[in-house]
C-alpha cells in the first residue's frame, strides 16, 4: 500500500518517468527483496561489505546469510531477523530502483525523507511507513477524529486489499461536508450507531470492484455489477457489525442501495478514502448519520 503511494509521488515529482514506474509495478509482482539490500538499507552492514558478499556468492555458491555470519558482518539473529523481511514491499521498490540504476539507496532515503514532509507524515512515521505492517500503515493514512470511523474504513481498506486489489493506491482521507458521486453503491448500519458506507466513482470504474469481487468480466455498470459492489460493502458491514457485537453494540444491517448522481451528507462531513485501482479512481465513503439524495 504504502510503496504504491510512494511510486506514484515519484512520478508525480518527475524523480522517476512513466515506463519506470510500470517497471515498478509488474516486477514488485515477481520480486523477492535479496538479503543484502536488506542489511545495508538496515544499516546493519555497509555497502562495501555487501559486495564483497556478493562477490564470495558468485565464488562460493553459499547463501549470502551464511557468509556474513561467517565473515562476522551479522549475528544468526539479524539473518533471521532479514528473512523475515523479504517480503516488505517497500523494500521490493528500493530493490527494483536501484538494481536498475535509477537511484541509490542514499537517493533513496532522501527521497523518503521529503515524502515524508510533503504528504505531512511525521519523522516518527517513517519505520511505520517501511516496515510493512499493513495495520499500522492504514492507520497513518486513515486518521480522523472518530474512532468509530477510522476502525470503520480501516477494515473496508483491508478488503479491498484482500478480495480486490493487492496492491491499490490509496491516499489519505478526507472530510468534505458533501460529496457528490456520478455512481454509488452503499448500504447503511442503524442501531446502537448510525453509519453508511459506500464506493463511488464518477464513471464506470466501480467496475473494478464489481468484476474482481463476482470474479466475472462486467463491461458496464448495470444491475448485476452493482449487486457485486453491493455484496462487497454487504461483506464488510457484516464483518465490521460482527466486530461491534463482541463489544455489546448492536447494529443492524439494512439492504444495499446504487444508483447514478447522488448526493451524501452528514453532520461530521463525509469521509473519503480516495484509491486508484489497476489506474482506475474509486471513492471509499463512510458516513455518520448520513443523508442520500439524488
Given amino acids: 500500500m504504502f510503496e504504491q503511494h510512494f511510486a506514484n509521488y515519484l512520478m508525480e515529482k518527475q524523480k522517476i518517468s512513466e515506463t519506470q514506474y510500470v517497471l515498478v509495478q509488474e516486477q514488485q509482482k515477481i520480486s523477492r527483496v535479496k538479503l543484502g539490500l536488506i542489511a545495508v538499507a538496515e544499516k546493519l552492514i555497509s555497502n562495501e561489505q555487501a559486495e564483497e558478499l556478493n562477490l564470495l556468492q558468485k565464488s562460493t555458491d553459499r547463501r549470502f546469510g551464511d ?12 539473518v533471521d531477523f532479514m528473512l523475515e523481511k523479504q517480503g516488505n514491499p517497500y523494500l521490493q521498490l528500493m530493490q527494483i530502483l536501484t538494481e536498475n540504476n535509477v537511484f541509490s539507496v542514499d537517493e533513496l532515503e532522501e527521497l523518503l525523507n521529503d515524502y515524508i514532509v510533503d504528504n505531512g507524515f511525521q519523522a516518527k512515521d517513517l519505520e511505520v511507513l ?69 464506493f463511488a466513482s464518477n464513471d464506470n470504474e466501480l467496475l473494478e470492484i464489481a468484476s474482481a469481487f463476482a470474479k466475472e468480466d462486467f463491461n458496464q455498470l448495470d444491475e448485476d455489477s452493482f449487486d457485486s459492489v453491493c455484496e462487497f460493502i454487504n461483506c464488510i458491514n457484516g464483518l465490521f457489525a460482527t466486530e461491534l457485537s463482541h ?45 442520500v439524495d439524488q
Fill in 67 to 78: 557468509l556474513a555470519i561467517e565473515k562476522g558482518y551479522l549475528t544468526p539473529e539479524q
Fill in 130 to 198: 517501511k516496515n510493512g505492517d499493513l495495520d499500522s500503515i492504514i492507520a497513518l493514512f486513515i486518521k480522523t477524529d472518530n474512532s468509530l470511523v477510522n476502525d470503520y474504513l480501516a477494515l473496508a481498506v483491508r478488503n479491498v486489499i484482500r478480495f480486490i486489489n493487492s496492491r491499490p493506491l490509496v491516499n489519505k482521507v478526507q472530510v468534505v461536508k458533501e460529496y457528490s458521486a456520478g455512481n454509488l453503491s452503499y448500504q447503511r448500519l442503524t442501531g446502537d450507531n448510525e453509519l453508511l458506507l459506500g
Fill in 247 to 291: 463489544n455489546d453494540v448492536i447494529l443492524e444491517i439494512m439492504p444495499p442501495a446504487f444508483g447514478p448522481n447522488q448526493k451524501l451528507s452528514g453532520p461530521e462531513g463525509v469521509f473519503i478514502v480516495p484509491m486508484s485501482l489497476n489506474g482506475k479512481q474509486v471513492d471509499l465513503i463512510a458516513v455518520v448519520n448520513g443523508q
